[in-house]
Each structure stands twice: as C-alpha cells, then as structure tokens.
C-alpha cells in the first residue's frame, strides 16, 4: 500500500522492550516520528581542540562532504525529511539478533538448510539468500546422485562444505560491519550489545569516510555487491 511501510529498528534490548511494553501507540508513534525527523548531523572531531587540530578538521570535513556531493546524481540535493508517521497500524514485535552457526550441516540423509544451519544479522538482508542458496546447491549435489544412480545423500557433504565455506564468509563480513556500525554505542549502553562494541571518538567521521570511498571505489563496491548478493 502506498500509504503503508514497515519499519525495523535495531536496537539495544532495553530499549526494545520498552518500545514494544509502551501503554498506547501514540508514545511510540511520537518516538519514532522525532527519530525520523532528526536530519542529518554534524559528526563529532576526531582532533583536539587546537589551531593545527581544528585546521585538520576542516581538511577531513572538505574531502568528506566533497565526496558526499559529488557521489548525489539526483537533481534535487537538498535534504527532505522522511514523512510524519499518522498512525501505527500494528502491535511493535521484538526479536533477538544473533550471528550462528550449526558446526555440520549434514549428517547421513539429514541436512540442515537456510536458517536450521545458520543465522545472521538482518542488517544486511541476507538471511534469505543464504537459504536460498543453500536450496540451489543441495539440489544440484542430490541431482548429480540421481542421475549417477547413487542414493541421493552421496554427495551431502560435498554440499556442506561448499556451503560452510560461502557462508562463513558472510557471516564474518556481515558480522564485521555490525560491529564497526556498533562502534559509536555508549559505555552505558556496551554491556547490553555484542563483545567488541565501544565508544570510540569520531569514529562517526571515520565510518562516513569509509563509506565514502566505496561509493567512489567502483571495482570495490561492485565486488561487495556482488557477495551481498551470493554471486561470489
């Protein structure tokens, strides 16, 4: 409908079910339109407050915003927030993120497939296409049994293995990214996310100037979409 979205927000586990526990949907509807409606902002230095660090912040912020502006196609290039939200049509869910793994995904005729053998973090979308890939190997090693006359399960672990290794490197990219995006989390907040979350003085700036250069770095972001996207 083009009068309804679906919204998924990451989050800390308090807060989560704070959010989903709130007495009436206007705390949440209001919560959530001031999230949206924040904009864009200024990150924080990652130099100290002197004339030769204030004179190298303005050299970070140069290149940074030069890419930003250069990296937009669109014709309008002024920053629009996203619309109010009127109404929530229904009850907030919650559930827990994790990054897992079945040590074997096959076991004489029994074979784990999509998220029965791994799970990842919804940040990159790829919990689907790791099952589906999963389903398109399994059935052409059960293929190749078949028309050799063998049972079926003869080549499972031939199965397993290409698979084990495809999706261990997802996970470790996917989980990689998490825990760099998780960087700028509170020190209040780090004993509720993974190990390895910190706070980390401009890493904001450090992240946008990361993102910069594979925006600009066409073999780089190709190569990333195409192992997004289980190509590679």
């Known amino acids: 409908s083009p009068h309804h979205a679906t919204v998924v927000w990451s ?73 109010l939200i009127s109404n929530i049509a229904g009850p907030p869910l919650t559930f827990p993120l994790s990054c897992r793994y079945a040590p074997s995904y096959a076991k004489g005729r029994v074979v784990l497939v999509g998220d029965a053998a791994h799970t990842v973090h919804p940040m990159a979308g790829q919990g689907l296409n790791l099952g589906l890939g999963d389903v398109d190997v399994l059935s052409l090693e059960i293929a190749k049994a078949w028309k050799s006359g063998m049972d079926v399960s003869t080549f499972v672990q031939d199965y397993q293995i290409q698979r084990q290794r495809h999706v261990g490197m997802v996970q470790t990219g996917i989980h990689t990214l998490h825990q760099v995006f998780g960087m700028n989390i509170s020190t209040e907040q780090q004993n509720l996310t993974d190990v390895g979350s910190t706070s980390v003085p401009g890493i904001m700036t ?8 594979i925006n600009h770095a066409g073999p780089v972001r190709r190569q990333l979409a195409a192992v997004a996207a289980g190509i590679v």
């Open 206 to 213: 450090l992240k946008s100037l990361g993102m910069n250069f």
């Open 11 to 83: 989050t800390m586990p308090s807060h989560a079910s704070d959010m989903k526990n709130y007495n009436d949907t206007e705390t949440l509807k209001g919560e959530i339109n001031s999230v949206l409606q924040e904009g864009p902002s200024r990150s924080p230095s990652i130099f100290p407050d002197t004339t030769l660090g204030k004179e190298a912040e303005k050299m970070v912020e140069t290149l940074n915003y030069g890419m930003t502006m250069a990296h937009w196609t669109e014709l309008e290039t002024t920053y629009r927030a996203p619309p």
